[in-house]
Protein backbone atom coordinates (compact mmCIF):
# COMPACT_ATOMS: atom_id res chain seq x y z
CA UNK A 1 0.00 0.00 0.00
CA UNK A 2 1.20 2.95 -1.09
CA UNK A 3 2.25 5.30 2.22
CA UNK A 4 -0.19 7.95 1.73
CA UNK A 5 -3.04 5.90 1.53
CA UNK A 6 -1.87 3.90 4.77
CA UNK A 7 -1.61 6.85 6.68
CA UNK A 8 -4.92 7.59 5.37
CA UNK A 9 -6.21 4.39 6.67
CA UNK A 10 -4.67 4.85 9.64
CA UNK A 11 -6.64 7.81 10.62
CA UNK A 12 -9.99 6.48 9.55
CA UNK A 13 -9.79 2.62 10.54
CA UNK A 14 -11.81 3.42 13.92
CA UNK A 15 -14.56 5.58 11.76
CA UNK A 16 -15.25 2.87 9.12
CA UNK A 17 -15.25 0.40 11.73
CA UNK A 18 -18.33 1.86 13.29
CA UNK A 19 -19.62 3.21 10.27
CA UNK A 20 -19.65 -0.32 8.29
CA UNK A 21 -21.44 -2.41 11.65
CA UNK A 22 -24.08 0.56 11.86
CA UNK A 23 -24.57 -0.09 7.70
CA UNK A 24 -23.87 -3.64 7.83
CA UNK A 25 -27.31 -5.69 5.68
CA UNK A 26 -29.28 -3.87 3.30
CA UNK A 27 -28.27 -0.99 1.03
CA UNK A 28 -28.83 2.00 2.29
CA UNK A 29 -30.36 5.88 1.03
CA UNK A 30 -26.79 8.07 2.27
CA UNK A 31 -26.40 11.50 2.12
CA UNK A 32 -22.75 12.62 2.64
CA UNK A 33 -22.67 16.51 3.55
CA UNK A 34 -19.90 17.82 2.56
CA UNK A 35 -18.38 14.84 1.28
CA UNK A 36 -15.79 16.25 -0.49
CA UNK A 37 -14.30 13.98 -3.26
CA UNK A 38 -15.43 11.22 -2.27
CA UNK A 39 -13.57 9.11 0.20
CA UNK A 40 -15.76 7.57 1.79
CA UNK A 41 -18.70 8.12 -0.93
CA UNK A 42 -17.38 6.08 -3.01
CA UNK A 43 -16.72 3.04 -0.73
CA UNK A 44 -19.82 2.98 0.45
CA UNK A 45 -21.03 3.20 -2.58
CA UNK A 46 -18.86 -0.14 -3.74
CA UNK A 47 -21.04 -1.78 -0.73
CA UNK A 48 -24.04 -1.01 -2.19
CA UNK A 49 -25.03 1.85 -0.78
CA UNK A 50 -27.20 4.49 -2.75
CA UNK A 51 -24.99 7.58 -1.88
CA UNK A 52 -25.40 11.02 -2.85
CA UNK A 53 -22.97 13.55 -1.84
CA UNK A 54 -23.42 17.42 -1.05
CA UNK A 55 -20.70 19.56 -1.22
CA UNK A 56 -20.71 23.61 -2.35
CA UNK A 57 -16.99 23.07 -3.62
CA UNK A 58 -17.18 22.66 -7.69
CA UNK A 59 -13.58 21.10 -7.57
CA UNK A 60 -14.72 18.53 -5.14
CA UNK A 61 -17.44 17.30 -6.85
CA UNK A 62 -15.30 16.86 -10.26
CA UNK A 63 -12.74 14.99 -8.25
CA UNK A 64 -15.82 12.50 -6.77
CA UNK A 65 -17.24 12.19 -10.77
CA UNK A 66 -13.26 11.00 -11.62
CA UNK A 67 -13.34 8.95 -8.54
CA UNK A 68 -16.45 7.31 -9.15
CA UNK A 69 -16.03 6.73 -12.87
CA UNK A 70 -12.63 5.27 -12.20
CA UNK A 71 -14.09 2.62 -9.93
CA UNK A 72 -17.12 2.26 -12.28
CA UNK A 73 -19.71 3.04 -9.48
CA UNK A 74 -22.85 5.76 -9.61
CA UNK A 75 -22.23 8.46 -7.15
CA UNK A 76 -24.61 11.15 -7.02
CA UNK A 77 -22.51 14.53 -6.73
CA UNK A 78 -24.89 17.79 -5.85
CA UNK A 79 -23.47 21.22 -5.55
CA UNK A 80 -24.68 22.60 -2.39
CA UNK A 81 -24.26 24.04 1.01
CA UNK A 82 -25.59 23.08 4.05
CA UNK A 83 -28.10 25.75 4.48
CA UNK A 84 -29.90 24.49 1.23
CA UNK A 85 -29.29 20.71 2.23
CA UNK A 86 -33.17 19.78 2.32
CA UNK A 87 -34.10 21.68 -0.92
CA UNK A 88 -30.99 19.75 -2.57
CA UNK A 89 -31.75 16.32 -1.84
CA UNK A 90 -34.95 16.14 -0.15
CA UNK A 91 -36.98 16.32 3.16
CA UNK A 92 -36.80 12.58 4.87
CA UNK A 93 -34.93 11.20 1.80
CA UNK A 94 -32.15 9.60 3.56
CA UNK A 95 -31.46 6.60 6.10
CA UNK A 96 -28.20 7.36 6.92
CA UNK A 97 -26.49 11.52 6.31
CA UNK A 98 -22.42 10.97 7.01
CA UNK A 99 -21.35 14.85 7.82
CA UNK A 100 -17.49 14.47 8.27
CA UNK A 101 -15.09 17.40 8.96
CA UNK A 102 -18.26 19.92 8.25
CA UNK A 103 -19.69 21.01 11.26
CA UNK A 104 -16.02 22.93 12.21
CA UNK A 105 -16.65 25.28 9.32
CA UNK A 106 -20.97 25.87 9.35
CA UNK A 107 -22.99 26.82 11.67
CA UNK A 108 -23.35 23.69 13.97
CA UNK A 109 -27.12 23.67 15.33
CA UNK A 110 -28.09 24.82 11.89
CA UNK A 111 -26.57 22.33 9.82
CA UNK A 112 -27.89 19.04 12.76
CA UNK A 113 -31.34 20.81 11.78
CA UNK A 114 -31.00 20.52 8.15
CA UNK A 115 -29.61 16.60 8.64
CA UNK A 116 -32.61 15.78 11.07
CA UNK A 117 -35.02 17.31 8.50
CA UNK A 118 -33.84 15.26 6.00
CA UNK A 119 -32.95 11.71 7.87
CA UNK A 120 -36.08 9.79 7.60
CA UNK A 121 -37.51 8.66 11.57
CA UNK A 122 -34.88 5.95 12.85
CA UNK A 123 -32.20 7.17 10.62
CA UNK A 124 -28.67 7.85 11.60
CA UNK A 125 -26.45 10.14 11.63
CA UNK A 126 -22.28 9.39 11.70
CA UNK A 127 -20.49 12.72 12.95
CA UNK A 128 -17.10 13.32 12.42
CA UNK A 129 -15.97 16.73 14.33
CA UNK A 130 -12.61 17.76 15.77
CA UNK A 131 -11.73 17.70 18.93
CA UNK A 132 -10.83 20.66 21.08
CA UNK A 133 -8.46 19.47 23.59
CA UNK A 134 -5.95 17.96 21.40
CA UNK A 135 -6.14 20.55 18.98
CA UNK A 136 -4.95 22.60 22.31
CA UNK A 137 -2.45 20.35 23.03
CA UNK A 138 -1.05 19.90 19.07
CA UNK A 139 -1.25 24.34 19.08
CA UNK A 140 1.07 24.61 21.48
CA UNK A 141 3.10 21.64 21.20
CA UNK A 142 3.82 23.86 18.14
CA UNK A 143 5.01 26.69 19.98
CA UNK A 144 1.41 28.46 18.70
CA UNK A 145 0.79 29.31 22.65
CA UNK A 146 -1.76 32.16 22.67
CA UNK A 147 -3.59 30.27 19.83
CA UNK A 148 -3.51 27.53 22.39
CA UNK A 149 -4.67 29.58 25.05
CA UNK A 150 -7.44 31.47 22.81
CA UNK A 151 -8.67 27.77 21.92
CA UNK A 152 -9.06 26.73 25.43
CA UNK A 153 -11.75 27.84 26.61
CA UNK A 154 -13.89 28.78 23.12
CA UNK A 155 -14.76 26.82 20.36
CA UNK A 156 -15.02 29.94 17.85
CA UNK A 157 -12.60 29.67 15.27
CA UNK A 158 -9.20 30.78 15.92
CA UNK A 159 -8.33 30.91 12.24
CA UNK A 160 -10.72 30.58 9.19
CA UNK A 161 -8.15 27.22 8.01
CA UNK A 162 -9.10 24.93 10.75
CA UNK A 163 -12.34 26.12 12.34
CA UNK A 164 -14.05 26.12 15.24
CA UNK A 165 -13.83 22.95 17.51
CA UNK A 166 -15.68 20.39 19.93
CA UNK A 167 -15.43 19.05 23.22
CA UNK A 168 -17.56 15.52 23.55
CA UNK A 169 -20.44 17.24 26.15
CA UNK A 170 -20.41 20.21 23.74
CA UNK A 171 -21.20 18.01 20.36
CA UNK A 172 -23.74 15.54 23.09
CA UNK A 173 -25.59 18.71 23.99
CA UNK A 174 -26.29 20.17 20.45
CA UNK A 175 -26.71 16.59 19.29
CA UNK A 176 -29.82 16.31 21.98
CA UNK A 177 -30.83 19.93 20.99
CA UNK A 178 -31.21 19.23 17.72
CA UNK A 179 -33.65 16.04 18.79
CA UNK A 180 -30.99 12.81 17.94
CA UNK A 181 -30.39 10.13 20.69
CA UNK A 182 -28.89 6.66 21.75
CA UNK A 183 -25.25 9.10 20.65
CA UNK A 184 -21.89 7.05 20.88
CA UNK A 185 -18.44 8.25 20.34
CA UNK A 186 -15.59 7.05 19.24
CA UNK A 187 -12.22 8.32 19.59
CA UNK A 188 -10.57 8.83 16.60
CA UNK A 189 -6.47 9.39 15.63
CA UNK A 190 -5.24 9.69 18.95
CA UNK A 191 -2.00 8.63 18.14
CA UNK A 192 -2.07 8.68 14.50
CA UNK A 193 -1.04 12.41 14.44
CA UNK A 194 1.75 12.11 16.95
CA UNK A 195 3.25 9.38 15.18
CA UNK A 196 6.58 9.97 13.08
CA UNK A 197 5.29 9.36 9.37
CA UNK A 198 8.48 7.37 9.06
CA UNK A 199 7.84 4.90 11.21
CA UNK A 200 4.21 4.34 10.01
CA UNK A 201 5.62 4.19 6.59
CA UNK A 202 8.96 2.12 6.64
CA UNK A 203 8.87 -0.24 9.47
CA UNK A 204 7.53 -3.32 9.15
CA UNK A 205 3.84 -4.08 10.33
CA UNK A 206 3.71 -0.90 12.24
CA UNK A 207 0.56 1.19 10.71
CA UNK A 208 -1.28 -2.66 11.02
CA UNK A 209 0.30 -2.44 15.24
CA UNK A 210 -0.89 1.43 15.71
CA UNK A 211 -4.84 0.70 13.76
CA UNK A 212 -4.96 -1.98 15.84
CA UNK A 213 -3.79 0.54 18.84
CA UNK A 214 -6.53 2.99 17.50
CA UNK A 215 -8.94 0.24 18.27
CA UNK A 216 -8.00 -0.59 21.22
CA UNK A 217 -8.48 2.99 22.91
CA UNK A 218 -11.40 4.25 20.61
CA UNK A 219 -14.21 3.63 23.24
CA UNK A 220 -12.38 4.12 26.29
CA UNK A 221 -13.58 7.44 27.54
CA UNK A 222 -10.34 8.86 29.17
CA UNK A 223 -8.74 8.51 25.74
CA UNK A 224 -11.28 10.97 24.14
CA UNK A 225 -9.91 14.10 25.29
CA UNK A 226 -6.92 13.39 23.21
CA UNK A 227 -8.60 12.34 20.35
CA UNK A 228 -7.79 14.87 17.24
CA UNK A 229 -11.34 13.75 16.23
CA UNK A 230 -14.45 12.36 17.52
CA UNK A 231 -16.77 10.02 15.63
CA UNK A 232 -20.54 10.19 16.57
CA UNK A 233 -23.53 8.22 15.76
CA UNK A 234 -26.86 9.40 16.84
CA UNK A 235 -30.14 8.40 15.85
CA UNK A 236 -32.83 11.00 14.58
CA UNK A 237 -36.04 9.74 17.10
C1 LIG B 1 -12.41 18.77 5.65
S1 LIG B 1 -13.36 18.49 4.21
C2 LIG B 1 -14.08 16.94 4.61
C3 LIG B 1 -14.37 16.11 3.41
C4 LIG B 1 -14.97 14.72 3.69
N1 LIG B 1 -16.23 14.82 4.41
C5 LIG B 1 -14.00 13.82 4.43
O1 LIG B 1 -14.26 13.48 5.59
O2 LIG B 1 -12.97 13.46 3.85
C6 LIG B 1 -14.70 19.63 4.41
C7 LIG B 1 -15.70 19.60 3.28
O3 LIG B 1 -16.81 20.44 3.65
C8 LIG B 1 -17.22 21.15 2.53
N2 LIG B 1 -17.94 22.36 2.97
C9 LIG B 1 -17.41 23.56 3.32
N3 LIG B 1 -18.38 24.44 3.63
C10 LIG B 1 -19.56 23.76 3.49
C11 LIG B 1 -20.92 24.14 3.63
N4 LIG B 1 -21.25 25.38 4.00
N5 LIG B 1 -21.88 23.22 3.37
C12 LIG B 1 -21.53 21.96 2.99
N6 LIG B 1 -20.25 21.56 2.83
C13 LIG B 1 -19.27 22.45 3.07
C14 LIG B 1 -15.92 21.44 1.77
O4 LIG B 1 -16.13 21.77 0.41
C15 LIG B 1 -15.17 20.13 1.97
O5 LIG B 1 -15.42 19.22 0.93
Do not use: N
Not at 212 to 217: I, K, P, Q, T
Amino acid sequence: MASREQRGSVRTAVVWDALESALAGAPRDVVDLGGGTGGFAVRLAESGHRVRVVDPSPDALAALARRADEADLAVSGLQGDVSELVEVVGAGSADVVLCHGVLEVVDPALALDRIAQVLRPGGLLSLVVGQRHAAVIARAMAGHFQQARGLLDDPAPVDARTGRRFTAPEIEELLAAAGFTGVTVHAVRVFADLVPAAIVDYEPGAAAALVDLERAVAQRPEYLPLATQLHLLATRA
